[in-house]
């Protein structure tokens, strides 16, 4: 991409993303957004977080098919399967909401029952399996990817609800039962209003809602909000589980609108961070740092000056900026090897969970 | 009208034989009295049922009328309520499959029952899978028993109950004040119990004529009241706002069954002026005549 046309995007980013006053624009009627950005050179698919998610709510009780966090293998099918090619999220003026489809249950995939009890109370020497025919589950095509030998390639993509600015979940639904949060922009399902219609769940072009069948609701995401009100653990505020128990620490969690924190500088003042899929138009605010890969190799062994992951595979998940956002890292690496001040690095590579987590920053008056 | 231009053709006829004034004055007489007995029993018969009425039938004692199969049903009237796609602002909002339900409805003195029959070839009775949707009816009535709200679920100062009976989860009552309000109302005194049977089900709602509550139809015996009606085909996927609706119809309670009082006074009074036209032709007979 030439600069010229860098700068026309990034201005015409710019229009879209900052207000006249230079205000991060949030979701009408919402005082400040949460948001997270995902650092996916970090992801080793190891679905800690996909199982802290799962023990804090989603256990039982009509939710054993739901990963209200999963990682997924990209390039694959996803969860639930062929999720990107459901429907759901606005046209191209933003207005009208595409129509979106019901995912069947196979492709979640079920919650099969093991045969723990035979191998381990009865004796049995069986190996450890499903009891059941077992041929579809979350990341199923773990690290199949794409590409040929010695060239392939993939990488792990954690996904949330997006706690869009604007939500066509809420949109879809005729009762108001799913709305955004007046103090921090997360989107919930009010349970008591809620009466099973699922059109939220067609509605959200990521399939982020789930239908509980025993509860007959809708359920999703929280974003833990107990826990950043303070009421989990100690009783101190603290991140999503998603993100605390993450091993290599690839999240950050804040507010979009702290302009001090970091993620607003991910965001929008060096804009590395990129929404997944922003041709959906809700606007979501989890965002990602693109994957680097390995150069590829020549049959030989030999490095090739050749990206792995194809730029227009990133470009299909990530839009058109993630170019630019590469370059920048690219750019801003360079001069940390080169042992100048990096800003960006800094933020990229702290360890200090201070750092990664700010949630207080509003705590006092607004 | 036409008995007096009867009159007054038989009149010219009997000119030369003044026998026959006495017979054309019984004549009239008859006829007149024949208007004057129509008055009163013509709505009743050539026009039992008004547009929009659902008659109730009462009965003095519940039998099996909460049964959908009861025997109870027999001698009460049918009514065919055509239904159409309420245009709701919901995915498939205009597509729906079911294009009339049958309507009976019956009281004793404490509980009004109001069954509903609709084609359905395939009973859906399930919510539990992700893409399952049960068949479900529902019968919507003002709060306010004499008022008529808007037909799409009321508005805010002019609320509806509604009986809602879903094939997989039961019964609800529900209250709403405009479309997306509804609202649970705990406890539900609404009874019913459905069947499936061939290719059509049967669902018999009651409730207790009286309200134990604020915010739930007071029905009151003696009054007309409102009542709307609603399905939905589980196997299309409806639900919400996608659903075959009725026009209001009204529940036939009062003392004027067949008619209403503005009827019945028009009547009374073409029957009136139709004496008075006879009586006036007579009259102008004999007077032709010199007696």
Same mark, same amino acid.
């Given at each position: ?11 015409? =980013? ?6 006249? =006053? ?207 009100? +303070?009421?989990?653990?100690? +009783? ?8 605390? =128990? ?7 969690? +804040?507010?979009? =609108? ?80 080169? +042992? ?27 | ?18 026998? $026959? ?21 013509? *709505? ?24 959908? !199969? ?5 001698? @009460? ?13 919901? *995915? ?28 359905? *070839? ?20 003002? @709060? ?6 808007? $037909? ?7 609320? @509806? ?20 309000? !509804?609202?649970? @109302? ?74 209403? $009082? ?9 029957? $009136?002026?139709?004496?008075? !036209? ?9 007077? !032709?005549?010199?007696?």
């Amino acid at each position: 991409m030439s600069k010229t046309t860098d700068d026309a995007v990034r201005q015409a =980013d710019d229009a879209v993303r900052q207000t006249d =006053d230079g205000d991060v624009p949030l979701a009408e009627g919402v005082d400040h957004q949460v948001a997270m950005v995902m650092d996916l050179n970090k992801c080793i698919g190891c679905q800690t977080c996909t199982i802290a998610c799962k023990t804090n709510w989603t256990e039982s009780g009509g939710r054993e098919y739901m990963y209200w966090n999963n990682v997924e293998t990209k390039p694959g099918a996803g969860y639930p399967r062929d999720w990107e090619e459901m429907g759901g999220g606005w046209d191209e003026d933003g207005e009208s909401r595409t129509p979106g489809e019901l995912p069947d249950e196979e492709d979640y995939g079920r919650a099969w029952e093991f045969n723990h009890e035979a191998i381990m109370y009865e004796g049995s020497d069986e190996p450890l399996r499903p009891m059941e025919n077992a041929d579809w589950g979350p990341n199923w095509d773990e690290d199949e990817g794409a590409g040929e030998y010695p060239n392939s390639y993939y990488f792990y993509l954690p996904r949330i609800c997006n706690h869009c600015t604007h939500p066509s979940c809420v949109e879809a639904c005729p009762r108001s039962a799913i709305y955004k949060r007046e103090e921090d922009g997360i989107v919930l399902v009010d349970q008591d209003r809620c009466r099973g219609y699922r059109y939220c769940v067609e509605g959200c072009p990521y399939k982020k809602v789930f239908y509980n069948a025993q509860t007959k609701t809708s359920e999703k995401c929280i974003f833990c909000y107990p826990r950043i009100e +303070g009421e989990g653990p100690e +009783g101190e505020v603290r991140p999503p589980s998603c993100a605390e =128990d993450c091993p290599p620490q690839l999240r950050h969690v +804040g507010f979009l =609108d702290d302009e001090e924190g970091p993620i607003h500088k991910l965001v929008n003042e060096y804009e590395v961070a990129l929404r997944l899929h922003p041709e959906y138009r809700t606007e979501p605010n989890v965002y990602y740092i693109p994957p680097y890969a390995p150069p590829q190799t020549s049959e030989s062994g030999e490095t090739v000056d050749a990206e792995r992951i194809p730029r227009n595979y990133l470009e299909e998940l990530f839009g058109p900026e993630v170019e630019s956002a590469l370059n920048t890292i690219t750019r801003e690496r360079e001069k940390a090897e080169r +042992g100048e001040e990096s800003e960006l690095m800094d933020i990229l590579s702290t360890v200090n969970n201070d750092d990664q987590y700010r949630l207080e920053v509003f705590d006092d008056g607004s | 009208m036409m008995a007096a231009d009867d009159a007054g053709i038989g009149g010219d006829e009997s000119d030369d034989d003044s026998g $026959i004034g006495s017979r054309e004055l019984a004549v009239a007489a008859a006829l007149a009295l024949a208007v004057v007995a129509a008055t009163a029993a013509f *709505p009743a018969v050539a026009d039992a049922r008004a547009a929009y009425e659902i008659p109730v039938e009462r009965q003095s004692s519940a039998g099996d009328l909460a049964e959908p !199969t009861g025997d109870a049903w027999t001698s @009460v009237e049918t009514v065919d309520v055509p239904m159409s796609s309420t245009g709701a602002a919901v *995915p498939g909002g205009a597509e729906t499959t079911v294009e009339s339900v049958r309507v009976e409805a019956a009281r004793t003195d404490e509980r009004l029952y109001l069954r509903l029959s609709w084609s359905d *070839p395939a009973a859906n009775a399930s919510t539990d899978s992700l893409r399952s949707f049960a068949d479900a009816a529902a019968v919507q009535l003002p @709060v306010s028993a004499e008022s008529q709200p808007p $037909i799409a679920m009321g508005s805010t100062d002019n609320r @509806v109950n509604v009986w809602y009976w879903n094939a997989a989860d039961g019964t609800e009552s529900l209250l709403a004040g405009g479309a997306g309000s !509804t609202t649970r @109302v705990p406890e539900s005194a609404v009874e019913t119990r459905a069947t499936h049977t061939g290719d059509r089900w049967t669902v018999v709602f009651s409730r207790s004529l009286a309200s134990d509550r604020a915010n739930v139809t007071d029905v009151d015996p003696d009054q007309d009241v409102n009542a709307a009606f609603a399905v939905w085909e589980g196997a299309n996927e409806e639900r919400s706002g996608q659903k075959a609706a009725s026009e209001w119809y009204y529940l036939s309670l009062g003392p004027n069954e067949g008619g209403t $009082i503005y009827e019945t006074v028009l009547w009374a009074l073409a029957g $009136i002026a139709v004496v008075f !036209t006879t009586l006036v032709t007579v009259e102008g007979v004999r007077r !032709t005549r010199g007696e």
